[in-house]
């Protein structure tokens, strides 16, 4: 996931002068002077950010923080971050902006009294995007597009009239896309910008234009999700967001997905919680994983919790085309598992392809075959196969394999429309387009437990789009899917989930026949879900969230 420059920003990096050229006449267009002291009913936007996240968010800039940086606040509030900041940043430059008077205090006009201080009391939009600075740090105020038609914060007011060389900022956008875009233009080359905004701007039309944006004019290095809020007594959500005005896409992204402020009170390492993106995976990412069904529940737990061995991928072959077959040619073939088509039930009766494993000896046969094979890869272009290519050069033994361990549960890790748990009890090998399972206990209530909508649901909402369909689950994220804990549920449901698994075993994964059962195992949970958190959750609302992964 964290290889090289995506193929279209080649061609975005050139126009990426022009971009911010465009975007530079459009925010130093003369601007209508407007009173600095706005009515108390005037929709400001402003949602005010608490000690906490303030102390994370000046963390952030540390890391490219020189003795003398300029910093800047486009919109400085109750001056929360300037107020917060440490010794650090004592010999920088800091300059606020703040169009409400009224939050400008003796103390906010005093702390700028100091030198290498100051502010201005005024509108962000009037200042001039000749100023560069070394790093910005904002909460930006929000505001939906249909409430920017009057007052210090309309659309007449910061000129929406963007030239047509641009592509036009959407209608929708909020205020916050306004102040982040300029702000970016008044950071120098390789500067830095922290800044705390709604978390619409993953999921929305206007959020597709911003992603874009951020991709022409450098690059995000970090994405904190803060899904419920990251603001005291604001039920939104919010992320934090560190911008870098460079244009080396070969640097990921660092997703961190959170809860509210008390997660940064109680994680010990964000990091345990990290996604890493590539930079282009930002705009097919899905973000959209708001479930409405408490997976932290205790009722749950993450599937790496509940298998006796660690969860890994099936055994891999040295080049798929010269050592899997689908018939056994060789006598040091081992039936494997491949082709998940070819299961067609929710239980592997058979193996369906051949690995080419040796261990020992070598037959006559292998070795005229292996020979053959050695000199079909050496003759592939310089850039195939490298590291086998590598390994016929060093090691004598290079066409050997590691057999994985086996398990009694395999899970195919591109997801279409079935997305299946499939039972392996007499644990056949199987191979790397796997993911191996192995669960002692319970093994048919699991199944039915594995197969209902409440895993499938969270196996998507862990999985990221690959175009046209087509869904991948990466390793990492699998072994973090939240599933029912058997132990957790009343026996009378180990019971009836144990029969609903014996029936799910022989049924059809290619008809709408199991999903009558797969429905029966849902109202089973429902019910025990329902009793446990005291909701109402309904089977439609399983479906429902299902289907805006699919469709």
């Not at 100051?118 to 100023?131: A, K, R």
């Not at 660092?254 to 994680?267: A, E, K, Q, V």
């Not at 191979?431 to 093994?443: A, G, H, P, V």
Request: proline share 3%; charged share 25%.
């Amino acid at each position: 996931m964290l290889n090289s420059v995506c193929e279209p920003y080649k061609e975005l990096e050139e126009v990426v002068q022009t971009f911010e050229e465009q975007l530079e006449l459009f925010f130093s267009k003369e601007f209508e002077t407007k009173s600095n002291d706005p009515k108390q009913d005037e929709n400001l936007g402003q949602v005010f950010t608490s000690a906490i996240l303030a102390k994370f968010m000046i963390g952030l800039l540390k890391d490219t923080l020189k003795p003398n940086s300029f910093i800047l606040d486009p919109c400085i509030g109750p001056n929360t971050f300037f107020k917060a900041m440490t010794e650090d940043f004592s010999k920088c430059n800091l300059k606020g902006i703040e169009i409400d008077n009224n939050l400008i205090t003796v103390e906010t006009t005093k702390f700028y009294e100091s030198p290498n201080r100051s502010l201005i009391q005024g509108s962000f939009f009037d200042f001039p995007v000749s100023e560069k600075f070394d790093l910005v740090i904002q909460n930006p105020p929000y505001v939906r597009q249909e409430l920017l038609t009057d007052g210090a914060n309309s659309k007449e007011s910061i000129r929406y009239n963007v030239s047509s060389l641009l592509s036009t900022i959407p209608s929708q956008s909020n205020l916050y896309i306004y102040f982040l875009l300029k702000s970016i233009l008044h950071l120098k080359n390789g500067g830095v910008m922290i800044a705390v905004i709604y978390d619409s701007w993953l999921y929305s039309s206007f959020g597709k234009f911003l992603k874009e944006s951020f991709l022409k004019l450098g690059r995000l290095e970090s994405i904190y999700h803060f899904k419920k809020s990251a603001f005291d007594n604001v039920e939104i959500g919010a992320t934090v967001i560190k911008f870098v005005k460079d244009k080396n896409h070969k640097k990921s992204i660092s997703y961190y997905s959170l809860n509210d402020l008390n997660d940064l009170r109680t994680y010990n390492g964000l990091n345990v919680n990290c996604i890493k993106l590539k930079q282009q995976e930002l705009l097919t990412y899905s973000f959209n994983n708001h479930s409405i069904i408490n997976f932290k529940s205790s009722l749950f737990r993450e599937l790496k919790s509940i298998v006796s061995q660690p969860i890994q991928r099936g055994t891999s072959a040295v080049v798929n085309n010269h050592f899997i077959f689908s018939k056994n040619e060789l006598p040091e073939l081992k039936p494997i598992v491949k082709d998940v088509s070819q299961i067609k039930t929710y239980t592997v009766n058979k193996e369906n392809a051949y690995i080419l494993a040796i261990n020992g000896s070598i037959s006559n046969e292998t070795k005229k075959y292996l020979e053959s094979v050695k000199n079909e890869i050496l003759k592939t272009p310089a850039q195939k196969f490298v590291a086998v290519k590598r390994d016929i050069g060093t090691k004598i033994d290079w066409y050997k394999i590691n057999l994985k361990a086996t398990g009694n549960f395999i899970f195919n890790y591109y997801l279409r429309n079935n997305i299946d748990f499939i039972y392996n009890p007499n644990k056949f090998l199987s191979s790397d387009n796997f993911y191996i399972l192995n669960i002692k206990d319970n093994e048919l209530a699991n199944l039915a437990i594995l197969n209902s909508s409440f895993t499938r649901l969270n196996t998507l909402s862990n999985s990221r789009s690959q175009g046209n369909g087509l869904r991948k689950i990466q390793l990492y994220e699998f072994k973090e899917v939240k599933v029912f804990d058997v132990n957790k549920l009343s026996e009378q449901t180990v019971n009836k989930l144990n029969l609903l698994g014996k029936e799910l075993m022989k049924a059809s994964r290619y008809d709408n026949g199991q999903m009558y059962i797969i429905k029966k195992i849902d109202l089973v949970l429902i019910d025990e879900y329902n009793e446990k958190n005291s909701s109402s959750l309904a089977i439609d609302d399983l479906n429902n969230e299902i289907k805006e992964y699919l469709n």
